[in-house]
């Protein structure tokens, strides 16, 4: 592992620590509640639940590995910073392109309005070219495609 790598996980490790204190694990009824209030269409709900639990298990200040293009996920859905935020590096070569105009670190406290509407533009991003938004998370693809996803919100009141 090179001294960058060792550098780049240890930042990433102390950031989740010292954002704890403003993060939230939600509850799956209560997620799902939050969702729909958040304007998720009813129908979605189930699959945004699955993802969230399969990406974060529901906790709004994770952190994902060092991904092999040098990239981390960040969040309750694992937003990559290669492409949907601001994540500062030391590599001048990488490009991050930032499309949801958002410093990472609002995406891993326990406000996630700003995350749907970061997300929305991903689904949507992934429905154009692939015609399923949901594709854009392996997560999702991996545990939540074509699978009965009603025990995600079973009980809840949404």
């Keep these: 592992m090179s001294r960058f790598t060792q550098l780049m996980l240890a930042s990433v490790g102390l950031l989740a620590v010292l954002n704890a204190g403003h993060a939230k694990v ?18 979605q709900i189930a ?5 969230a639990y399969h ?3 529901y906790n709004t200040a994770a952190v994902g590995r060092l991904n092999r293009d040098g990239s981390v996920d960040h969040g309750l859905f694992q937003i990559s910073d290669i492409y949907w ?3 500062k590096s030391n590599e001048p070569h990488r490009r991050y392109k930032n499309v949801c105009r958002k410093n990472c670190n609002s995406f891993r406290d326990n406000n996630i309005a700003d995350d749907l509407v970061c997300v929305r533009k991903i689904y949507m991003e992934h429905q154009r070219l692939q015609g399923n938004g949901f594709l854009a998370w392996v997560a999702w693809r991996s545990h939540c495609q074509n ?3 009603q ?3 079973r009980g809840c009141r949404v």
Excluded: T
């Design 151 to 153: 025990s995600y919100i």
């Design 47 to 51: 699959d945004w639940v699955c993802l």
């Design 55 to 57: 990406e974060s298990r």
């Design 85 to 87: 935020c601001d994540w």
């Design 26 to 43: 939600f509850g799956r009824c209560e997620l799902a509640r939050k969702l729909k209030a958040l304007g998720i269409p009813k129908y």
């Design 147 to 149: 699978r009965n996803l």
